[in-house]
């Protein structure tokens, strides 16, 4: 069964998603530096294959709490757009369709909406939703 958010409980997840939107954006990023020291690392003949190794487990460890997150935002019916952003839509009912609630890391509530079929670009404010959807 599907689960569909209204305002206020897309706007009540924001408390658990936010730490969780950070955090996968900083572990991105540190997977990202990781692997570039790995790259380093196996070009320079003088490395110590120990220190690819140890590397490779850290992005290993990293992925795998990603992994984990992105599992826990499934697991709520949350869908993560990007990593970067922290972008993320809640599922909702607006006049009987579906649409997107979005929200994205530096924004202070669930301000925006799009359709089901258009994305990030198609993002409009609250504000013009009709009355009765989606649920306040």
Known sequence: MATF?????????????RPIAEALRDQRDEVARL?????AAESDEGTDPAV???????????????EAAVTRFDDWG????????????????ADGR?????????????????EATTGFDGRQPISALTPSGPAH
Do not use: K, N
């Not at 692997?35 to 790259?39: I, Q």
């Open 5 to 17: 958010y209204d305002l206020d409980s897309a706007t009540a997840m924001l408390v658990r998603v």
């Open 35 to 39: 692997t570039e020291r790995l790259r």
């Open 52 to 66: 690819a190794s140890v590397l490779r487990a850290r992005i290993r460890a990293l992925v795998d709490q990603m």
């Open 78 to 93: 949350i869908v993560l757009r990007d990593i970067r952003t922290g972008l993320l839509d809640f599922p909702a009912l």
């Open 98 to 114: 579906h649409i997107w609630l979005c929200w994205r890391l530096g924004e202070d509530a669930v301000a925006w909406w799009h």
